[in-house]
Structures are given as C-alpha cells and as structure tokens.
C-alpha cells in the first residue's frame, strides 16, 4: 500500500511534466486541475481499499479462530 501515493505522485507529475510548453496558461491550468482531480479521485480510492482490506483481515481471523476451535473439540471427540 506504500507504493500507491508514490505511484500516484509520479504519474501526477509525469503527466503535468507531459503538456506541452506551447499550450495557453488557462489550458495548463485546466489540465492541472484535472490532474489534482484524478489524483484526489485516486487517494479517495485507496482509503476505500485500505478499509476493505482491514474488514477482510478481521472476517478472516475470525475464520481462522472459528476452524482452531473446531479442530480442537473435534480431536477430543474421540474418533
């Protein structure tokens, strides 16, 4: 997850870096805008994803307890 602001920074920049030097200061600024856009766009993303990660981390632990538990009272359960 460290990697995604970083990657977002650099296509943020690649992409401001990218417009061409001849375009009028109102269309730079335009498409910076639409750069910061996406990018916050992006960022919202990740805090979504990051959430959905910790719920399915915890779904999972409970998973797991649930099936420890299981295979102790089925091993006491004499076969």
Do not use: H, W, Y
């Not at 943020?12 to 916050?40: G, H, N, R, T, Y």
């Not at 399915?56 to 006491?76: W, Y």
């Amino acid at each position: 997850m460290k990697r995604l602001p970083f990657l977002t920074a650099f296509c943020s920049l690649a992409l401001l870096v990218a417009a061409p030097a001849a375009e009028a200061p109102s269309a730079a600024q335009q498409q910076e805008q639409e750069v910061l856009a996406i990018a916050k766009e992006v960022q919202s993303q990740q805090v979504l994803i990051a959430e959905n990660q910790a719920k399915m981390d915890a779904k999972i632990a409970t998973i797991t307890e649930a099936l420890r538990v299981a295979r102790i009272f089925s091993s006491r359960g004499g076969k």
